[in-house]
Nanobody, 115 residues
Framework: QVQLVESGGGLVQAGGSLRLSCAAS????????MGWYRQAPGKQRDEVAT???????SYADSVKGRFTIVREVSKDTVYLQMDSLKPEDTAVYFC?????????WGKGTQVTVSS
């Protein structure tokens, strides 16, 4: 069974930065794709950033130029560097991993951006 544990969320002012971490219980090279998703109050869960096994990255238009997804293979960890945060970024952020045929999710970490 795969476990994903997110950390790094918190309360920041607009324009600030946070780095979210997703620690996996297995070799992250075994995942076809990993990524970050977020869900704001009363909204559906949206894709924020993904990275494939081959290293291809993708970002939602709303975060391009501000967020960066990075993997550190030696630690089996994927990060989401979040800069120039906006109040609209406030949400619970979830880590996702797809090892092939199955999706795994972390429990989420809260990010709150004040104006």
């Amino acid at each position: 069974q795969v476990q994903l544990v997110e950390s790094g969320g918190g309360l920041v002012q607009a324009g600030g930065s946070l780095r979210l971490s997703c620690a996996a219980s297995r070799n992250i090279f075994s995942f076809d794709r990993m990524g970050w998703y977020r869900q704001a109050p009363g909204k559906q869960r949206d894709e924020v950033a993904t990275i494939t096994q081959l290293g291809k990255v993708s970002y939602a238009d709303s975060v391009k130029g501000r967020f960066t997804i990075v993997r550190e293979v030696s630690k089996d960890t994927v990060y989401l560097q979040m800069d120039s945060l906006k109040p609209e970024d406030t949400a619970v952020y979830f880590c996702n991993a797809h090892p092939g045929g199955i999706d795994y999710w972390g429990k989420g970490t809260q990010v709150t951006v004040s104006s």
